[in-house]
């Protein structure tokens, strides 16, 4: 479960150090505090694991502009520390603007490794087809969202997110927003017009 939380978060290259980076930090707690033991859900097992990768890629860093006065380039093998930032934040505000069901969904099933979705499910009191029904909507929920973060501006792919996927009415929307109506409008149409013509030189 570890495993694929950390392959998840955008450090597949070194998912084995950040676990046991984690396991030697649980270990530490337990021996000053012998009440205390690790969180097994899925929700608080990704929120270990961010902590880790944060304080790693804040090693990186510090440790980078030592190792460029020493001359080597960074190698194909590893990405850069603002890549794998990149890649975390990125997972992060795509479940933080998916619907809750289905952001359960995907975080439960990224924990899960080698599990059989029937057992997923269970887990999350479900049937097989209702979780298989509901991880496909958060998949291609996933896919949009991905794609508003890539493309647009980030007021604009809040925006779309919102509109897409908050449940909310777009008066709502503008209220929280501070934005009249008409303007809401027009900023919509206008991330609309990006990611068609995203869509148009992809296809080129």
Known sequence: MLHNIACGAGRRRDAD???QILYARWWSRMQR??????????????????RVVLDEIAKERRRRPRECQRGPEPTAAGAMPEES???????????AHMPAPLAEALQTTLAAGR????AVAAELGLTHAAFTARLFKARRAAEELALFYDVLEPDQAKL???VRFSGKTRAQIAHELCLLADELTRRWHQALEVLERHKVAWAL
């Open 160 to 162: 779309m997110a919102e």
């Open 17 to 19: 150090d950040v676990i």
């Open 85 to 95: 930032l990149h890649a975390f934040h990125r997972l992060q505000w795509i479940l």
């Open 115 to 118: 599990r059989r979705d029937a």
């Open 33 to 50: 505090e012998p009440g205390w033991s690790p969180p097994e859900d899925a929700a608080a097992l990704f929120v270990c694991v961010k």
